[in-house]
């Protein structure tokens, strides 16, 4: 079965910081890119950052480039995303997403997600 659990969210001041984890079970977690994922309400789901299966790559939107920096611990069958400088419009439900292209068949896998509030 697998399992992406995402941890770290909560409440923040604006200009603060947040590390959010997602720990995955059941998959070869090496095999898959990951990438985090954010909703905020009455919006659609939107990407926000990418790390390849080695890790050796990594994708941002370019809004969140240098605030948001995301990596990964194949060992621990982990990724993060590191959040600094926090706005409220970061205020968001993130979601931590698996996927590996297979011969026919796309592997895709996502987490139940967590909340962040930033907020005075």
């Known amino acids: 079965q697998v399992q992406l659990v995402e941890s770290g969210g909560g409440l923040v001041q604006p200009g603060g910081s947040l590390r959010l984890s997602c720990a995955a079970s059941?998959?070869?977690?090496?095999?898959?890119?990951m990438s985090w994922y954010r909703q905020a309400p009455g919006k659609e789901r939107e990407l926000v950052a990418t790390?390849?299966?080695?890790?050796?790559?990594?994708n941002y939107v370019d809004s969140l480039k240098g605030r948001f920096t995301i990596s990964r611990d194949n060992a621990k069958n982990t990724v993060y995303l590191q959040m600094n400088s926090l706005k409220p419009e970061d205020t968001a439900v993130y979601y931590c997403?698996?996927?590996?292209?297979?011969?026919?068949?796309?592997?895709?896998?996502w987490g139940q997600g967590t909340q962040v509030t930033v907020s005075s």
């Open positions: 997403n698996a996927v590996k292209q297979g011969f026919l068949v796309k592997y895709d896998y």
């Open positions: 059941g998959i070869t977690f090496s095999s898959y890119a």
């Open positions: 790390i390849s299966s080695a890790g050796g790559s990594t």
